[in-house]
């Protein structure tokens, strides 16, 4: 088995397509309790003209594909950045049960920057979260992203 930033690394070479792509740099990996990655992705919203084609749900969609089940029972998904309300809510119908995640997201993060959605009584199972896993290189992705676009603007 390998460790967490081992597979955050996998994540962030997805969020490195999505800055080549002009995308937010956002990337995801879903990982299977055999340590296999079964699903990738990365922030796809403006290249796909689709709202919800951010990078969880991209490695989601693709975990399902792969894995021929849209439950993902004993996965781990690692993203690069906090998961937002949509995300979280594809993670949890998604029957995940570990959430990695890198840099925080301060304005629409919903596993602890607003709120933690994950920790609700309410689902139909539990999810486990860590945090800040190789957080530093992603959040450089981010402010280089947001650096660059600000000077073409």
């Given at each position: 088995m390998h460790s967490d930033e081992f597979?955050?690394?996998?994540?962030?070479?997805?969020?490195?397509?999505?800055?080549?792509?002009?995308?937010?740099?956002v990337g995801a990996v879903v990982v299977n309790a055999e340590g296999e990655i079964v699903g990738e992705g990365f922030n796809t919203p403006v290249g796909r003209h689709d709202p919800t084609a951010?990078?969880?749900?991209?490695?989601?969609?693709?975990?399902?594909?792969?894995?021929?089940?849209?439950?993902?029972?004993?996965?781990?998904?690692?993203?690069?950045?906090?998961?937002c309300l949509m995300c979280t809510g594809a993670i949890i119908h998604a029957r995940i049960a570990r959430v990695v995640y890198g840099a925080?997201?301060?304005?629409?993060?919903?596993?602890?920057?607003?709120?933690?959605?994950?920790?609700?009584?309410?689902?139909?199972?539990d999810v486990v979260v860590t945090s800040g896993v190789l957080a530093a290189p992603a959040r450089r992705?981010?402010?280089r992203f947001f650096e660059q676009r600000r000077q073409s603007s």
């Open positions: 597979y955050m690394h996998r994540a962030l070479d997805q969020a490195h397509l999505a800055m080549a792509a002009g995308e937010v740099p951010h990078a969880e749900v991209q490695a989601l969609r693709n975990a399902g594909e792969r894995t021929g089940n849209y439950r993902l029972t004993g996965c781990t998904l690692y993203v690069t950045v906090e998961p925080p997201e301060p304005r629409t993060g919903m596993a602890e920057s607003k709120a933690n959605l994950f920790a609700q009584p309410w689902h139909n199972h992705l981010l402010k």
